[in-house]
């Protein structure tokens, strides 16, 4: 199988759960066979994305500060996407660890997830990241966040 197939059909049925969130609670699905709450696996299932995203784009930064020896400026610049990698974790952590599965915790994970795509579309106009990948990113990004904001609106 060539990797575009392979992170095409990892990035799609990583959506999957993110759509059946959003569209369960208006046919009445609040509970799912053997996990539970369908609000509290979302949320869960939502940080262990955002977490392997933001492994994937510190990842990319360390390797190319240790391959390609850039300059001083740019070493600035990669060491400020490893630390908006970290970011990207903590913030809708702390948010579901004080507030619990709340509007504030959907919110600020769409909100992560904007702002990682816009990271990697720095990554893209590198030539870091192909312009499919990208794509294929902001495609899904997009369906993640219309999902998660569309179960904000279901949380009681």
Not at 38 to 64: H, N, P
Not at 109 to 119: I, S
Request: aromatic letters at 12%; a positive charge.
């Amino acid at each position: 199988m060539q990797q575009k197939q392979i992170y095409t059909g990892l990035m799609v049925i990583g959506c999957i759960p993110f759509i059946i969130a959003a569209i369960g609670p208006y046919y009445g699905v609040s509970e799912l066979p053997i996990f539970g709450n369908l609000q509290t696996v979302i949320a869960y299932y939502g940080l262990a994305i955002v977490s392997f995203m933001a492994g994937i784009q510190w990842g990319i930064s360390l390797i190319i500060k240790i391959k390609e020896q850039p300059d001083h400026t740019s070493k600035m610049c990669l060491n400020r996407m490893m630390l908006a990698s970290k970011a990207f974790v903590i913030i809708p952590w702390f948010t579901v660890c004080t507030m619990g599965v709340s509007v504030t915790y959907y919110f600020s994970l769409a909100v992560v997830f904007v702002l990682m795509v816009l990271t990697d579309y720095r990554l893209m106009s590198r030539q870091i990241l192909s312009p499919h990948y990208y794509q294929l990113r902001l495609v899904t990004t997009a369906i993640v966040v219309i999902s998660l904001v569309s179960l904000a609106f279901t949380v009681v």
